[in-house]
């Protein structure tokens, strides 16, 4: 199993939703137990040889965050741990990853997140979208999301269904850029200090950490993409890993969950030798891990909730 990390928090990096402290990740280690974590070069052979076994652990970063870099690495390197790195690569060629840029604008400028969905649902509902978003999401969908991602809100569904389902990116972008701009604020300065930069991505390499892929651009919906547009997504990203890292990457995560039988195609194409859902359930309720391309991954939430539960149950029996 692998687990997915995203965001950290400290006095420089601002959390929100799901983010944990370099405290937590410390209890995270200690939780699954440093010993047991494979190195990702160990564990891309196991996958390789068809080795891999049900306790093998490993861990997973992504998205290329800066904080992850600032606030994990320190521990991980305190335990000689080394990780999968999975980058996405236009925010490392000028891009601005917007979905990230829109996280940090929701935790950070809203009193809660339920008080951003509030307006986001709002200008929905006042917008040319209301039919569909009325009629194309019917609880049905909110409880097969809710199985397959048990740590999200209603809410938090509601409006990724709108968002993935409703809106194209150029909708989704245009509403949410109209949000921010209102706010007085900009996608750039928010930007600042959220990703990595090549010299981070090089020094990761270099001390044996594995640098996978993880598209391009990040699309929301790769699975719904046209072969070659994936192929560019995939391809650039691999090329890029390549120029700064001088190794070709073996191993990759899948954006937002998103892929298809293109997809798999591809990555057997990059001779990508393991790439990982984000969650535990599989596609058509399958094995947990369905192919060397779909290995499951558990949300470090779950992992802090399981230590909560077993703190607060020790703490009921002294
Ligand atoms: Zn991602």
Not at 39 to 66: M, Q, S, Y
Not at 96 to 102: A, D, N, Q, R, S
Not at 164 to 170: M, Q, W
Not at 227 to 242: D, G
Request: charged share 25%; proline share 3%.
């Amino acid at each position: 199993m692998g687990i997915m990390f995203h965001h950290f928090h400290n006095n420089r990096h601002y959390g929100g939703q799901g983010s944990i402290s370099k405290k937590d990740f410390e209890k995270i280690i200690h939780y699954i137990k440093p010993w047991r974590i494979l190195d990702p070069h160990d564990w891309i052979e196991r996958v390789n040889r068809g080795l891999l076994t049900k306790n093998d652990l490993c861990l997973t970063f992504d998205d290329a965050l800066l904080c992850q870099y600032e606030i994990a690495l320190p521990i991980l390197e305190k335990y000689n741990l080394r990780a999968f790195w999975f980058v996405y690569s236009s925010v490392f060629e000028g891009g601005l990853g917007k979905f990230e840029i829109y996280r940090l604008f929701r935790s950070k400028f809203f009193k809660n997140m339920d008080d951003f969905y509030k307006l986001f649902f709002s200008k929905i509902q006042n917008s040319r979208f209301e039919k569909s978003a009325r009629l194309k999401i019917s609880q049905v969908d909110i409880d097969r999301f809710q199985y397959a991602f048990p740590h999200y809100s209603v809410n938090d569904i509601r409006f990724r269904m709108v968002r993935d389902k409703i809106l194209n990116r150029n909708e989704y972008e245009s509403i949410m850029d109209g949000i921010i701009r209102k706010k007085g604020l900009t996608a750039e300065h928010l930007a600042k200090n959220l990703w990595m930069t090549n010299k981070h991505l090089k020094d990761l390499s270099d001390h044996g950490h594995a640098i996978g892929l993880h598209s391009y651009t990040h699309p929301m919906i790769m699975g719904s993409l046209s072969f070659s547009t994936q192929k560019e997504e995939y391809q650039k990203n691999f090329n890029h890993i390549v120029e700064i890292t001088g190794k070709p990457p073996l191993s990759m995560s899948h954006p937002d969950n998103s892929y298809n039988d293109h997809t798999l195609k591809i990555l057997k194409q990059l001779k990508i030798i393991c790439g990982f859902r984000s969650n535990k359930s599989p596609p058509n309720r399958g094995k947990v891990n369905q192919s060397q391309y779909e290995l499951a991954r558990e949300d470090h939430t779950h992992i802090i909730k399981l230590i909560n539960k077993r703190k607060s149950y020790e703490n009921k029996q002294s």
